[in-house]
């Protein structure tokens, strides 16, 4: 079994800044990608960045720019830093995992991002 638990969501103002964590636990081979996603209330879940194991990454244009993924291989964490936060970035924040065992996925729970004034 594997975990996947995100952290770091919460209430911001419009400007402001926040930095989501989520760390997979359990019974993991190798970690390929790591990926952020997010859907507001009537949307599609959409990607918002992704990181390789090689450390290689991408962005949704709606991002670029403001928004930072890294990862810490030993720690199978990855990191989401958001800054200058919009209030169409509200959205519950998912991360997804992707293990080279059988290519199998794994999500987690998400975490609320709320950005208002």
């Known amino acids: 079994q594997v975990q996947v638990v995100e952290s770091g969501g919460g209430l911001v103002q419009p400007g402001g800044s926040l930095r989501l964590s989520c760390a997979a636990s359990?019974?993991?081979?190798?970690?390929?990608?790591m990926r952020w996603y997010r859907q507001a209330p009537g949307n599609q879940r959409e990607l918002v960045a992704g990181i390789t194991s090689g450390s290689i990454t991408s962005y949704a244009d709606s991002v670029k720019g403001r928004f930072t993924i890294t990862r810490d291989n030993a720690k199978n964490t990855v990191y989401l830093q958001m800054n200058s936060l919009k209030p169409e970035d509200t959205a519950v924040y998912y991360c997804?995992?992707?293990?080279?065992?059988?290519?199998?996925?794994?999500w987690g729970q998400g975490t609320q991002v709320t950005v208002s004034s």
């Open positions: 997804h995992v992707l293990t080279s065992h059988l290519g199998l996925g794994y």
């Open positions: 359990g019974s993991i081979f190798s970690i390929n990608a």
